[in-house]
């Protein structure tokens, strides 16, 4: 099992080790990007053969447009902000998202969330 490296010291598994990843690790065709906000250690993985990007809870599209998640679920909103600004910078296709379907044109889509949000 792997996580991102700031979260370690918050997963308890007994038994089990965990590895730490950082920015730009591979898992095994996957490169690590550090995006944290929702949690410290937040990862997303770029698929670059494949043009796309798994944002994991960094952003999600669950019943329409995108969205941060809530602030419940958000460690640190202003890091969050700064994580989606670096993933509408990516030149790939696709963004692949832990909760909501895909979005035709997923880097306006962010710009659109990142102008609304202030």
Do not use: K, Y
Not at 29 to 58: F, K, R
Not at 68 to 87: C, K
Not at 90 to 110: K, M, T
């Amino acid at each position: 099992m792997s996580a991102g490296a700031a979260d370690l010291s918050e997963i308890r598994l007994e038994g089990r080790a965990i590895e730490p990843l950082a920015e730009a690790d591979r898992v095994r065709d996957l490169v690590v990007l550090e995006t944290p906000g929702h949690a410290p250690g937040h990862l997303s993985l770029l698929d670059e053969a494949n043009s796309l990007v798994l944002v994991g809870d960094a952003v999600g599209s669950v019943g329409g447009p995108l969205s941060f998640g809530p602030p419940a679920f958000t460690a640190d909103p202003d890091r969050a902000r700064t994580s989606l600004e670096r993933l509408a910078g990516l030149d790939v296709g696709r963004f692949v998202f832990s909760h909501g379907a895909e979005v035709n044109d997923p880097r306006d889509a962010i710009g659109v969330l990142l102008r609304s949000s202030g």
